[in-house]
């Protein structure tokens, strides 16, 4: 039986790597089964060794590496298939693109699947079963993962890394060593268990080795959360914050009715104490369709329900007069809609918000999915708010995926705030996986995040990734936490772990190559 599998062709190229990356989604938000990966990975090592093996006898040249970019496509094909089906949602709120609905469950996949597939052509035929090419193996995808999450507008989503959400003892290293390099060493870990199959008597040693470097990583996990002090707040300086999550219905707002009815009803999940110093964070999406101008001809609403202790922050769509560009923005107002702040989207979501290659794409009839079918302008630079002693990161819905935005931020920062438009991915698993993304983020910063996301999960998380509150999808009301305010001094600032670690793998392949 198993030798009719390794004979054909249409099984071992194309079948059972489609199969495989299906069955990868599990391993994420919402399932967390992560030990799903410690046989997906492996196998599919196994598939690009025996294609490699083979072609010297069955397949000639050129169908060989055929072979090895089909095995990978198709993994990742599945891979992308099943992990981000959910986007298709987006498009059952617009009657004229639900047309788009086949293609755009397709379309990602597709694209986002040739990476998997060059990595196996570029590094297929140097896997066999032996210790140089499982480093080898590790070098090209954890390459080609960064190279994903890095070029043209870049989708770290799904990274192998992702799967161990749920256990933050083990993802404590993030904050010294960067998404990145877990995500490596993830690749290394779930690969790991091939070894027992190579020809050879130290088998069993590299990979205890392995499972040590993994209790590691746990050890050094629970004893930086115990002795964290930061997380029972004992810290001289907190802010009382208060998420609001109002689970509206996707809708745009077409009348100075609706705008009137949609503040009363958020003023009222607030449920604002005027004597009580709070900051309120209200999710993107909940003044769909209207202006910041448009906003604030109810600016007398805003200052009869708060008081001038209160900050507010919310999303919503700007305008600049002088260029006539339009933003996606993060505000920061007091009682009267006074703007003291705001931070223009940098991140934009490909059809979403703003359409690539926008010239070529009109030709073929795409256009964004978001009202008014033009795109927003990105915004020039990631920039903390600062008042007193609150230093904020702002990150708007999709930019929480990028480690870069944070990586990159100030130093100082002591709380991240995203807001998020979560509606869109409807019943799915969609806003599970992209709240995961938060809880790396407050990891890698040390950082506590506060969470507003509409239909999606508002929460609170500290600084080790721990959920203090938070708000189940769909569900409606307010968590309210008096958030520490953390002197960041231990925020990784750059890639260099991750580079570091190519290298060595690298050097291990070249070095070894020969002699195994």
Known sequence: MFNQILNSRTLLVFIIPLFLGLLSVLSFQ?????????????????????????????????????????????????????????????????????ILIPFSIMLIPISLGLFFG????????????????FFFFCFI?????????????????????????????VIQVLNPMGLYAFNSISIAFFCSPVILFF?????????????????????????KINNDQVITGDTEKTVYVKVISPNFDMRYINS???????????????????????????????????YLEDLKKFSNIFNKSFSKKHLLIFGINTQDNSSDEFYNSFIVSNNNLEVLYKYDKKKLVPFGEFIPFNDLSEKFGLKKITQGYGSFSKGNKQKNFILNDLNILPLICYEIIFPNLTQFSDKKTNMIINISEDAWFGNSIGPHQH???????????????????????????????????????????????????INNNLKNKNDLIFFVLLFTYLSIFLIFKNKN
């Not at 990975?41 to 055929?66: A, E, H, V």
């Not at 570029?122 to 210790?131: A, C, E, L, M, R």
């Open 435 to 485: 709240f995961t993304k938060a809880i790396f983020r407050s990891i890698e910063n040390n950082t506590y995040l506060a969470r507003s996301a509409n239909k999606g999960i508002s929460a609170f998380i500290n600084n080790n990734g721990k959920i203090i509150k938070r708000l189940e999808p769909h569900e409606t009301g307010n968590i309210e936490l008096d958030v520490p305010l």
């Open 256 to 290: 100075d009715k609706e705008i009137e009815e949609t503040i009363k009803r958020i003023v009222r999940y607030s449920d604002p104490n005027p004597n009580k110093e709070t900051i309120f964070i209200w999710p993107e999406g909940i003044f769909a369709g209207i």
């Open 118 to 133: 060059l990595a196996s052509l570029f590094g297929g035929p140097f896997i066999k079963n032996n210790y140089s090419s």
């Open 30 to 98: 919402p399932f967390n089964i992560t030990l799903i990966n410690f046989l997906i990975i492996p196998i599919f090592f196994l598939i690009l060794s025996d294609i490699n093996k083979r072609s010297k006898n069955r397949y000639r040249k050129k169908p060989y590496l055929k072979n090895l970019f089909f095995a990978g496509y198709f993994f990742g094909i599945g891979f992308f298939l099943s992990g981000t089906y959910w986007i298709s949602y987006s498009l059952t709120f617009d009657e004229n693109l639900k």
């Open 199 to 223: 020809n050879n008597k130290y088998k069993y040693f590299v990979f205890s080795i392995f499972l040590l470097i993994f209790f590691s990583f746990y050890i050094f996990g629970s004893y």
């Open 141 to 169: 995808f954890s390459f080609i993962d960064y190279l994903r999450g890095n070029i043209l507008s870049g989708f770290p989503w799904n990274l192998w890394s992702y799967s161990w959400s749920w256990l933050v003892e």
